[in-house]
């Protein structure tokens, strides 16, 4: 897989867990990570979903843009998709039971 196609699937991870979570919030499930939880109150749920995903965005932007190593942006890429993907999965088995 390219950096190009990885920073894609990262981009529609975040998507997807964005709105995993905004299903699970919206079934009254709290957030975890205090940074995402500061932010939802301060600026609501969908405000605070939306200001965390495009930071989230905008970090892996960085990652590809700023690379100077191809090794080195593939394995972060690799690594960041793998934790996003563990937890899209735990969400959706929480949802699901």
């Given at each position: 897989m390219n950096l190009r196609d990885l920073l894609t699937f990262n981009l529609f991870l975040q998507l997807t867990d964005g709105l995993v979570s905004y299903q699970a919030f919206a079934l009254g499930a709290a957030e975890a990570n205090p940074v995402?939880?500061?932010?939802?109150?301060?600026?609501?749920?969908?405000?605070?979903?939306?200001?965390?995903?495009?930071?989230?965005?905008?970090?892996?932007?960085?990652?590809?843009?700023?690379?100077?190593?191809?090794?080195?942006?593939?394995?972060?890429?690799?690594?960041?998709?793998?934790?996003?993907?563990?937890?899209?999965?735990?969400?959706l088995w929480e949802l699901l039971r």
């Open positions: 995402v939880a500061a932010a939802i109150v301060n600026w609501g749920m969908i405000g605070g979903l939306i200001y965390n995903k495009m930071l989230a965005c905008v970090l892996l932007l960085l990652i590809f843009a700023l690379r100077r190593s191809h090794f080195l942006a593939k394995q972060a890429l690799t690594v960041t998709a793998s934790v996003y993907m563990c937890a899209i999965i735990v969400s």
